[in-house]
């Protein structure tokens, strides 16, 4: 068993998938496409300003031969549907510079891998932006996909070549592979990279960091959660009050004995 730091956290899924052949590895078995490629960046951004919002994308990459970009997005965040569609948008509107011509000189393909699990529990999801004519068949004019992969829902519909990137990130969250399970090079390029011994004190720091931004996030989420059942116990009494008072002044009750029963105001139960 190797002791490895969790692709959970965004520094070491980045330390380990900015690696050339690892990135290119990956791709070739996700999207079938053998990229020609010498860098992959990290947390690149656009000059280009699009709804107000300048994505940050975790690891990007530009093959001018195959006419391809791919931007590999790792994400614990509750919005990751629309959060990386605009993303993958934004690769694509970038690319158009005026509007004589509306058709991007790159196909853009996104992957993200949600590590924390999605509520729909599928292990791949697809938006893929081909027409398609009324029998479901593709036209073939637009190539441009976003994928979804959620690793803890990896079951024997995956398809094969998804399987052991998928299981390896999952294995890897608890901090512990069996590196016997792996037979892909770049698979063995990945564990060598996350090997707890080779964790520097700048990427530990960056860990805990987002470990605590996390748990400070699920506390407010808990207490959100608290307060909104609080409030809608409040409202709930509350409306409880209104009906009786209504009910009270249907039968004539004097409006101070209504007071004195429910706990309203005078004004109140006169509205």
């Avoid at 050339?20 to 690149?44: M, P, Q, S, W």
């Avoid at 207490?223 to 609080?230: A, P, S």
């Avoid at 009270?248 to 004097?254: V, Y």
Wanted: net charge negative; glycine share 6%.
């Amino acid at each position: 068993m190797k002791q490895v730091a969790s692709l959970r956290y965004g520094v070491i899924f980045k330390k380990a998938f900015c690696d050339v052949d690892v990135f290119k590895g990956f791709v070739r078995d996700i999207l079938g496409i053998n990229l020609e490629i010498t860098a992959v960046e990290t947390e690149k951004e656009f000059d280009t300003l699009i709804g107000n919002v300048k994505p940050r994308f975790d690891l990007y990459a530009k093959d001018e031969k195959n006419r391809v970009i791919v931007d590999i997005q790792h994400s614990k965040d509750h919005d990751h549907y629309d959060r990386f569609l605009h993303y993958h948008c934004m690769a694509l509107l970038e690319q158009v510079k005026n509007s004589e011509n509306y058709k991007p000189t790159l196909a853009v393909y996104t992957i993200v891998v949600l590590t924390s699990g999605d509520k729909y529990k599928q292990p791949v999801s697809v938006i893929d932006f081909d027409p398609k004519d009324l029998d479901g068949k593709p036209l073939g004019e637009i190539p441009h996909k976003v994928i979804y992969l959620c690793p803890k829902y990896l079951n024997e519909q995956t398809p094969e070549l998804y399987r052991e990137w998928m299981q390896v990130i999952d294995d890897s969250l608890d901090g512990s592979v069996d590196e016997s399970l792996y037979h892909l090079a770049e698979i063995d390029k990945v564990l060598a990279h996350i090997e707890q011994d080779g964790i520097t004190p700048e990427e530990r720091y960056w860990m805990i960091e987002e470990y605590s931004e996390e748990k400070a996030k699920q506390e407010n989420y808990e207490e959100g959660i608290e307060k909104g059942i609080e409030k809608g116990i409040e409202k709930g009494i509350q409306k409880q009050k209104l009906a009786t008072a209504k009910a009270m002044l249907a039968e004539g009750l004097d409006i101070k004995v209504i007071v004195k029963i429910t706990g309203l105001t005078e004004e109140m139960i006169l509205q």
